[in-house]
C-alpha cells in the first residue's frame, strides 16, 4: 500500500522564519514515517523554493534557510517563480497532503492557501478565507464584534493617513495602550505605551511590520487560551494560562530559551468559566471561517468578563508550543495530532 506523502513546507519570508523551523523540527521528528512519506520544503527570506534533505532539520543549528545567492534572488523575482516550480513538480502527487508550517504573512493569511488551491492540493489548516480574516485583526475583530462577541475596544489606522494622537487614543481607550500591526503573529512589532514618546515610537515600530496597525485598550486580565481542532464540528481542548514574567507575552517571552513564562494547563478556573470559554473559542473559530486547527487567545478579567483577544490559524507547532500541550493534557498525543490534522485536510479537500 502506498504510504501517503506529506510534504512540510517550512521558513517563509515573515519575521516568524525560525519560528517555523522550530515547528517543523517537532512534526519531521513525531510524524509516523512509516506511515507517510515526509519531503521537507524550505522557502527562504528571499521566496526561493528549495528541496531540504532530512539532516537539515535533523540539525539543530539550522536556524534559517539560506540559499548562495540570496542577493540575486530579491533582484530577479522570476527565479522564486522558476524554483517553486521545479520543488513543485518534482513533488507532487495524487496522495501529496502540504502541511504548512509557514507563520505570519505570507504563510497563515491565505498567500500559500490560495496557492495551494489553485494546484488542487489538500493542505492542513484553514482555507483562504479563514486564513485572510483571521490573520487581520482589524477585519477578525471587525467579525467578532458583529457576532457578539467580546474583544477589546481598539482604534485602526493605516499608513499615509493622518495618524491619531497619543492623547485622543487614550481619551478614547485608555492611557495604557497596546500598539500592533494588524498582520503579524508572534506579538512581532507590538507594544505596550503609557506616554506620548512611547506611542510614537510605537506607531513606527509597528508600521515597519505592516500598512495598517491597531492601537487597543489594555485589559487588566489573565492570559487564557485554548486549542480548537476540527472542520464542520471541530472540538475544543482543555484551558491553559500563560503566566509571564514580562509586561506581556511578547516574542522573546514566547521563543526564547531563557524565557521564564509559565504555563498552566489546565488553567485554575472554576468549571463555568472554563465551559464558557471553550464554548467561546468554538464561536471564534465557526465565525471566522478557520477550519483544521486554531489557538484561540482570551483575557479573563477580575470580575470574570471575557474578551477575545486574537486566533492563530497556524499556531506555534513545535512540540512544547501551547497548541500541542493543549491537546496532549486533552489526551491528544503530538503524534495523534499530526494523523488527524492530515486526515482533516483530506477531508475538507473537494
Request: hydrophobic letters at 35%.
Amino acid at each position: 500500500m502506498q504510504r501517503k506523502k506529506i510534504i512540510l513546507l517550512c521558513g517563509g519570508k515573515s519575521a516568524e522564519h525560525e519560528v517555523s523551523i522550530m515547528s517543523a523540527r517537532s512534526v519531521y521528528r513525531i510524524i509516523d514515517k512509516e506511515k507517510y512519506s515526509v519531503s521537507i520544503v524550505g522557502i527562504d527570506k528571499s521566496g526561493k523554493w528549495q528541496s531540504l534533505e532530512s539532516d537539515f532539520l535533523e540539525n539543530t543549528t539550522n536556524k534559517r534557510i539560506t540559499t548562495k545567492d540570496t542577493k540575486q534572488e530579491k533582484e530577479d523575482p522570476s527565479k522564486n517563480v522558476s524554483s517553486f516550480a521545479l520543488v513543485a513538480n518534482e513533488g507532487l502527487h495524487e496522495k501529496t497532503v502540504v502541511f504548512p508550517l509557514l507563520h505570519g504573512t505570507f504563510g497563515e493569511d491565505g498567500s500559500i492557501q490560495g496557492l495551494l488551491k489553485m494546484m488542487n492540493v489538500p493542505f492542513v489548516g484553514s482555507d483562504i478565507l479563514g486564513s485572510s480574516i483571521s490573520m487581520d485583526k482589524d477585519i477578525a475583530k471587525r467579525l467578532l464584534k458583529e457576532a457578539n462577541i467580546s474583544i477589546c475596544k481598539f482604534i485602526t489606522i493605516k499608513k499615509g493617513e493622518n495618524k491619531i494622537d497619543f492623547e485622543n487614543a487614550s481619551k478614547a481607550l485608555g492611557e495604557t495602550l497596546f500598539v500592533k500591526p494588524a498582520n503579524c503573529g508572534s506579538s512581532i512589532g507590538v507594544s505596550r505605551v503609557s506616554s506620548k514618546e512611547e506611542f510614537d515610537s510605537a506607531l513606527q515600530k509597528a508600521f515597519k511590520h505592516d500598512t495598517k496597525v491597531l492601537i487597543e485598550e489594555y485589559v487588566d486580565g489573565r492570559e487564557i487560551e485554548v486549542a480548537v481542532l476540527g472542520n464542520t464540528d471541530p472540538k475544543v481542548s482543555v484551558c491553559g494560562e500563560i503566566r509571564p514574567t514580562k509586561e506581556f507575552y511578547d516574542y522573546e517571552a514566547k521563543y526564547m530559551s531563557d524565557s521564564k513564562t509559565d504555563i498552566i494547563i489546565p488553567a485554575d478556573i472554576p468549571d463555568d468559566l472554563s465551559q464558557k470559554i471553550k464554548s467561546l473559542a468554538l464561536s471564534t473559530f465557526k465565525a471566522l471561517e478557520a477550519k483544521g486547527m486554531a489557538r484561540v487567545d482570551f483575557f479573563l478579567t477580575k470580575d470574570n468578563h471575557i474578551y477575545v483577544n486574537e486566533i492563530n490559524t497556524i499556531p506555534g507547532f513545535a512540540e512544547l508550543s501551547v497548541y500541542p500541550l493543549l491537546w496532549k493534557a486533552s489526551g491528544v498525543t503530538y503524534k495523534q495530532l499530526i494523523d488527524e490534522l492530515i486526515e482533516l485536510s483530506l477531508e475538507d479537500h473537494t
